[in-house]
């Protein structure tokens, strides 16, 4: 049986966080047994806000990196830079003459960051371009963190109408999105989730920081009044945040922590929760140290040429479906 096709993209903006690692990233690398795993830095995403030129092409290689120290195997999975693959902006466009303005008009993350950095149209038109990055390789599952959710939604009503004004061309994507750590928390907000752009550092644990850094930010962490080790979103947002990272870093259920630690001062459980970070994030750490830029950038420009060839196979499909043969 040929396996089922998996997609799903990170941008190049800032440090990756552990967020990020547990809401996307280790579950690219569990699904890399079972399913034909696409990944892509999304740098063109990127560019909706803006970015120093030298400092971009840093980030992008950096990001690159970091996908690959987290596990993603290179020579298993097809992994590529975006903006090197047209094919993705070729079909966003044919999509974008699909998308109503309304939808666009409803995404949070458009309002979110357009109240930032103000609007410009790339990054209205950001989730058509993340559809075509899915559809263009006929993907049948995303994983993501649960503030993709809005924008997946967009991709399967854009296949969905393809498919009905053009014929049957794209599989509808479902997403994977875990059932513990779709949404990890900021560590000096608990009630909004860690984010790359958070102005605060201390929000945010990054993937490269050194152990005594995590220790420092996991010890500053904003925790609940009371005491006591519950899981709880509504009365102790802070330390039932911990309690998700701590079960993801040690593969234990929340239950059975809660079990165990149920009496711990918020001090002592801190500590704790740092130590299983530090070394969960060890391995990633010294994999990134090995790695060598220029053997990235190999990797990256075969990537992008295999990519090349399975996106063109789709394109063709497409082409000849909305009239564009050149016949
Ligand atoms: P990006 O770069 O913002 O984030 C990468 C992945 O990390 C997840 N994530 C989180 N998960 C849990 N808790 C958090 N606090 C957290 N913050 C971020 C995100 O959900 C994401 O899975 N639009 C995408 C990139 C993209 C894409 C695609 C993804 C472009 N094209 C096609 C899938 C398929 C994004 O901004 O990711």
Not at 105 to 121: E, I, Y
Not at 214 to 234: C, M, N
Not at 242 to 256: C, G, R, Y
Not at 294 to 307: F, Q, T
Request: proline residues 5%; glycine residues 8%.
């Amino acid at each position: 049986m040929t396996k089922q096709i998996v997609f799903s993209g990170i941008q190049p903006t800032g440090d990756i966080h552990i967020g990020n690692y547990l809401g996307a990233l280790r579950n690219w690398v569990r699904l890399q047994d079972e399913y034909e795993t696409i990944y892509c830095v999304v740098d063109l995403h990127a560019l909706t806000i803006p970015q120093d030129p030298a400092a971009f092409e840093k980030d992008r290689l950096e990001a690159a990196k970091m996908v690959i120290a987290a596990g993603v195997d290179p020579t298993t999975s097809l992994f590529y830079y975006q903006s090197q693959v047209p094919q993705h902006t070729e079909l966003s466009w044919i999509l974008g003459t699909l998308t109503q303005l309304g939808s666009l008009n409803r995404m949070t993350q458009f309002k979110d960051k357009s109240d930032r950095v103000g609007a410009n149209l790339g990054l209205y038109a950001y989730p058509v371009l993340m559809a075509a990055d899915i559809l263009i390789h006929h993907a049948h599952k995303v994983p993501v963190g649960e503030d993709q959710t809005q924008h997946l939604e967009l991709a399967r009503d854009l296949a969905e109408r393809f498919n009905r004004r053009y014929g049957d061309e794209f599989p509808v994507p479902e997403g994977i999105i875990p059932e513990h750590g779709a949404r990890i928390m900021s560590l000096q907000d608990p009630t909004s989730k860690m984010s790359k752009s958070d102005p605060n550092q201390g929000s945010r644990i990054l993937l490269l920081d050194e152990p005594d850094v995590v220790r420092k930010k996991i010890g500053r962490a904003v925790t609940d009044s009371g005491t006591g080790i519950e899981y709880d979103w509504e009365k102790k947002p802070g330390i039932t945040n911990l309690l998700e990272i701590l079960s993801l870093f040690q593969d234990t259920a929340v239950e059975t922590l809660v079990a165990e630690h149920h009496d711990k001062q918020y001090g002592e459980f801190k500590q704790l929760v740092a130590e299983a970070v530090v070394d969960g994030l060890a391995p990633i750490r010294s994999a990134y140290n090995t790695l060598e830029d220029e053997d990235v950038s190999r990797l990256m420009n075969k990537g992008a040429l295999d990519a090349r060839t399975s996106a063109e196979k789709y394109q063709v499909g497409v082409r000849q479906k909305v009239g564009l043969t050149g016949h």
